[in-house]
């Protein structure tokens, strides 16, 4: 099916313990993000890929890594779970625009994955 | 720094009431994009609106009316004759011509009751 889908939609884990949440999309969008959305804070990004093998730090990149070996596949790793990075996380995509950099083009976005951090 | 303010947390409002979101903008770019985001009780989120800088003129669809300001850096949202199946959460968000970033930044969003 074409579109993003985010996997696990539901996830508990241990504090310590390593969880990957996954993300994948079928357009070959250019541009894919992580995003956690918790009460007061709103959507706060995590990291962002502008291409394969290109990815940059958002606003609360600290306790997370990700990798895109694949435009179409984005990761996000948790290398030792926090209670504090309880939360739901959401996965994004964009296109480039032809000719520019895709800033005008709308986010389209995964389902989210409830994580719990016990 | 790109930053977007959304001051409402909450708002309750009886179904048929107008209600107007506000958002608050700020970026130092000359090229940017607005947008808003729906994201109902289900917990999706629904793209509504794109708007770019050099467009100020107002867009109507259908109960929803967007008035974009830049001399208040502001893109406030409303609905008309709100129904109950408009409660959700409403995000705006800011998009800048960041060399080839294209970060999309979100407010902290509003929570809309619509009460029948």
């Known amino acids: 099916d074409a579109g993003i889908t985010q996997s696990p939609r539901y996830k508990i884990t241990e504090t310590g313990r390593q969880v990957t949440l996954m993300c994948h999309q079928t357009w070959s969008h250019s541009y894919m993000f992580w995003y956690r959305q918790d009460l007061g804070h709103g959507l706060r990004l995590i990291y962002y890929s502008a291409a394969a093998d290109i990815t940059d730090k958002g606003e609360v990149p600290d306790g997370y890594v990700v990798s895109r070996s694949k435009t179409e596949n984005f990761p996000l790793t948790l290398e030792s779970a926090t209670r504090s990075q309880t939360s739901v996380y959401f996965c994004?995509?964009?296109?480039?625009?032809?000719?520019?950099f895709g800033h005008g083009t709308e986010a389209f976005f995964g389902q989210g994955t409830r994580l719990t951090v016990v | 720094a790109q930053k977007v303010t959304q001051a409402q947390t909450e708002i309750s409002v009886v179904e048929k009431e107008d209600v107007t979101l506000d958002c608050v903008y700020e970026?130092?770019?000359?090229?940017?994009?607005l947008f808003w985001y729906k994201q109902p009780p289900s917990g999706e989120l629904v793209f509504l609106i794109r708007r770019n800088s050099f467009d100020e003129q107002n867009e109507i669809s259908g109960r929803y009316s967007w008035n974009f300001q830049k001399s208040t850096s502001s893109f406030n949202f409303t609905i008309t004759a709100s129904q109950v199946v408009d409660s959700a959460v409403y995000f705006c968000?800011?998009?800048?011509?960041?060399?080839?970033?294209?970060?999309?930044?979100f407010g902290t969003g509003t929570l809309l009751a619509v009460q029948p």
């Open positions: 968000a800011l998009s800048a011509n960041r060399g080839a970033t294209n970060k999309l930044i």
């Open positions: 994004a995509s964009r296109d480039r625009v032809r000719g520019g």
């Open positions: 970026t130092r770019d000359t090229t940017y994009y």
